[in-house]
């Protein structure tokens, strides 16, 4: 089955080590976006790329980066995490076009000790 | 601004005791309204796609309605296994690509 798939799905990282998070896609669609979500809470959209065309989002911290080297794979590098940022990290991708539901991975939780 | 808002926060049926969810919108030129299913440490699961007020979409016992200013997420007869957080998220003029996410409904269904 075509697919989004994010590992690991648990990741540790100690307080200020970077620490890098991947995403993969089988269904060839040209957008993918990271979302942060916190208990509870609605996710929060990071970034996005349209092709390899880079969005951020105007109050996703410094301290977050992204990579897409081709279509079917994307990165989340947090460089220097904080307790902050313990957090469910999702990663979705569309086609392009204003109507296009977004698919979901099953997401990558990140502790921070 | 656009903005999506959600209720009931939080929602108990018992098993077989229908009922409903509102997803409530102000945002101009509506993309598309969607909504989610997301189970604790998953991701969403998406459900439907409602384009236009009138349109209807229906799959299992759940049921989506959408109006010019709102969208319903009906639930008939649920069971145990429809307990879930529930997200709506509108496309809009404003954002292009991007999602508008409400903050969810969790509903708990009761054996």
């Not at chain 1, 993969?24 to 390899?52: C, E, G, I, R």
């Not at chain 1, 980066?65 to 902050?84: A, H, M």
């Not at chain 2, 699961?45 to 007020?53: D, I, K």
């Not at chain 2, 009138?54 to 109006?67: F, P, Y």
Request: proline share 6%; net charge neutral; with cysteine.
């Amino acid at each position: 089955d075509a697919m989004v798939i994010q590992n690991p799905r648990y990741q540790v990282t100690q307080f200020g080590k970077p620490v890098t998070l991947s995403c993969s896609q089988t269904l060839n669609h040209n957008v993918m976006y990271w979302y942060q979500q916190k208990s509870s809470q609605a996710p929060k959209l990071l970034f996005h790329y349209y092709d390899k065309d880079f969005n951020n989002e105007a109050d996703t911290p410094d301290n977050f980066q992204s990579r897409r080297p081709n279509t079917s794979f994307c990165f989340l590098d947090i460089r220097s995490p904080g307790l902050g940022d313990a957090a469910m990290y999702l990663c979705a991708t569309s086609r392009q076009g204003g109507g296009q539901p977004q698919h979901f991975g099953d997401g990558t939780r990140l502790s921070i000790l | 601004e656009d903005q999506v808002t959600q209720s009931p926060e939080a929602l108990r049926l018992q098993e077989g005791e229908s009922s409903s969810l509102n997803c409530s919108y102000t945002v101009s030129g509506l993309r598309g309204l969607f909504w989610y299913r997301q189970d604790p440490g998953k991701g969403p699961e998406f459900l439907f796609t409602l384009y236009s007020a009138g349109e209807e979409k229906e799959k299992e016992r759940l049921k989506a309605t959408l109006t010019k200013k709102e969208s319903f997420l009906h639930i008939t007869a649920p069971k145990p296994e429809d307990s879930a957080t529930y997200l709506c998220a509108v496309r809009t003029d404003n954002y292009g690509q991007n999602f508008v996410f409400g903050p969810g409904t969790r509903l708990s269904v009761l054996p």
